[in-house]
Structures are given as structure tokens and as C-alpha cells.
């Protein structure tokens, strides 16, 4: 006799997971149908990435260049404070010694009641005359003390100082290695897409580059502007002497720069001692809102942050270290989002 039991039905549960499944299969090969082929980026979109990350390493450079700066001031202070504790250490030896000497001659002397070596002297006017002594002795004394007090406050405010900075020197140390690693990791990754470039574009950008070096730096028209002041010009003509020289950060002169290493090595050659650093820089002297105002050797500063600078060269034009892979040169006023000159 035939079986006349109903089929099993699948679970609903099962169910449900083969049409998830299903559907996902169909979106998938929707997704693989539709999808464009991905598309190796051209020479101009990868030059405009690696301008920005040297941008953003310029930025980062500019913040190393200021942690350097700040190192180096603090292991002088550093210095001249350990020199100073060791020599005020010395000076409180000696008062200690001489408070010494002074409290071992009052114990020899000073055993006997007065009133007694008195009475007992073969030559009471001697005695007095020893007894004035001792008066003198016990002034000196207490004035000795003074001084060695004076000079352990003096000493233990010193030290105090003196691990303060050394504390702030590792931290500053800290920062240096951390903005180095940013500055070395926005070059890499600049150097990466560089080098995802064919051979051919690699040229192509190289010319281009070169062009507008050669254009900027011999055939720029400085116009008849002067120079702000004998030193301003002074340094102009040093930053001049530059041209073609490689950008570098962290560099400042007399080979390679970075943008502030070649201002303020220019200032430098002229007899003028300004900060490190655009950001300082941009505080260093008198500010030119206007462009129409700048006069040959003024600073000129550059984007919101201050992290670029040049030296203002005539006729619209700067003198700069634009960025890495490029060389000193001239450039429009422009080209970089202008902020305010200063006037050193």
C-alpha cells in the first residue's frame, strides 16, 4: 500500500538563509558587473598629492626646526647652570672650611671663663687685647654663617632649575623625534607615489620642474624696487647667492636649506641674528599687510599657520626653498597664499 504522508517542508530558518544567500549571490555579480575598472592615477593627480604631503611636511618641518632651536637653547642654559652650581659649590666649601677653622681657634681659646683668665693672667692688658679678638672672631663668625646660608639657598634654587630644564630638554627631545618620523613619513609616502609613476611621467614632471626653476630663477623681471634698508638688501643679495641651491629640511645653509634656514641664514650673512623658525620669524620684526608696501629683503610670510617664508625680491616676486625635490628660486607672490611681510 502507497505511502500517502506529505513531504517534509523545509524549516523556515533554512529558508530564510538560502534567500540571504541568493540575494547576496545576485548583489555580488551586480556589484562585479558594474564595478569600473580601478584606474592607476595619472601624473597631474599624483602631482598634486605629492605637492600637498610636501605642504604638510613643510608644516611639520618648520615644527622640528623650532624643537631644534629650543634644544639647543636649553642644553646652554643647562651648561651655565651646572657651571654655576659646581663653582658655587666650591664657594660654600670654602666658607664651610673657614667657618671651621673659626669654631676650632674659639674652642682652643674659649675653655676658660673670662672672669677667671683674667684673674689668673701674668699680663691682664694682653688678655684684653686677646678678649677684643674674640669679639671680632664671633662677628666673623655669625657673618660666615650668613653666607653659607645665603649660598645653599642659592645652590638648591640652582639645581632646582637646573632639573626643570633637563626635564623639559626630554621632552623637547620627545617631540624632535616624533616630528622628524612625521616629516620622514610624509616624504615616503610623497616618494611612494613618485615612484608609482612610469618612467615617462617621471621625466615629464622632472622637465617641468626644472622649467620653472630655470624660468624663475634667470629670466624674472625684479622690476626697480629697493631694498628695505642697507641689512635687508645685504641679505637679499646672500639669499641670491643661494639660487639653485637644493631644499633640505632641517637645513640652513650654507649648501642646502629649508625655507626659514635660508632667511635666516641670509640675515645672518648680513650681520642680523633673526629666529629660526617661520613662525617666529613672522614675529620678528615690523609687519607689511599690504604687498604694494613690501620693499626688497622684507620676510613675507605665507598660509595661516605662518609655515612658509621667503624674502620679498621686487616686482611680485619672492625668493624662497620652495619644498623638497625643488631648488632655491624665485616665484610669484601669488603662487602661495600670502599673509603679511615683516619688516627686520
Known amino acids: 500500500m502507497a505511502s500517502h504522508r506529505r513531504p517534509k517542508q523545509p524549516s523556515r530558518t533554512r529558508v530564510t538563509v538560502l534567500t540571504t544567500a541568493a540575494a547576496a549571490a545576485v548583489a555580488l555579480s551586480a556589484n562585479v558587473a558594474n564595478a569600473a575598472p580601478s584606474e592607476k592615477p595619472g601624473k597631474d593627480e599624483v602631482k598634486a598629492k605629492v605637492d600637498k604631503l610636501y605642504e604638510q611636511a613643510e608644516q611639520a618641518t618648520e615644527k622640528l626646526d623650532g624643537a631644534k632651536e629650543k634644544q639647543q637653547k636649553l642644553q646652554k642654559e643647562i651648561s651655565s647652570l651646572q657651571d654655576n652650581v659646581a663653582r658655587g659649590q666650591e664657594e660654600l666649601n670654602d666658607l664651610r672650611d673657614g667657618l671651621g677653622s673659626m669654631a676650632s681657634a674659639q674652642y682652643r681659646t674659649g675653655g676658660i671663663d673670662p672672669s677667671v683668665a683674667l684673674f689668673l693672667s701674668s699680663d691682664p692688658d694682653s688678655y684684653l687685647d686677646k678678649a677684643s679678638a674674640m669679639d671680632q672672631l664671633s662677628a666673623q663668625q655669625v657673618e660666615s654663617l650668613k653666607k653659607v646660608q645665603e649660598k645653599q639657598r642659592s645652590l638648591a634654587q640652582q639645581r632646582a632649575e637646573a632639573s626643570e630644564k633637563l626635564k623639559d630638554l626630554a621632552d623637547t627631545r620627545a617631540e624632535l623625534a616624533k616630528k622628524k618620523k612625521e616629516v620622514q613619513g610624509k616624504l615616503g609616502e610623497a616618494q611612494r607615489l613618485l615612484n608609482s609613476l612610469t618612467a615617462k611621467e617621471k621625466a615629464a614632471l622632472a622637465a617641468k620642474e626644472q622649467e620653472r626653476a630655470t624660468r624663475a630663477s634667470e629670466r624674472v623681471d625684479l622690476g626697480t624696487t629697493k631694498a628695505a634698508s642697507g641689512r635687508a638688501g645685504a641679505a637679499f643679495a646672500a639669499a641670491q647667492r643661494a639660487i639653485g641651491s637644493p631644499y633640505v629640511y632641517g637645513a ?41 608696501g613690501l620693499q626688497v629683503g622684507d620676510l613675507v610670510i605665507f598660509y595661516g599657520d605662518f609655515h612658509h617664508v621667503g624674502l620679498y625680491a621686487g616686482n611680485g616676486q619672492v625668493l624662497h626653498a620652495p619644498h623638497t625635490g625643488a631648488v632655491v628660486r624665485y616665484e610669484s607672490i601669488g603662487n602661495m597664499p600670502f599673509q603679511f611681510g615683516v619688516r627686520i
Open 252 to 292: 640652513s645653509g650654507p649648501s642646502s636649506f629649508d625655507c626659514s634656514g635660508l632667511t635666516s641664514w641670509a640675515y645672518a650673512q648680513a650681520g642680523v641674528s633673526i629666529p629660526r623658525t617661520s613662525e617666529a620669524q613672522a614675529n620678528a620684526g615690523t609687519r607689511i599687510y599690504s604687498q604694494s
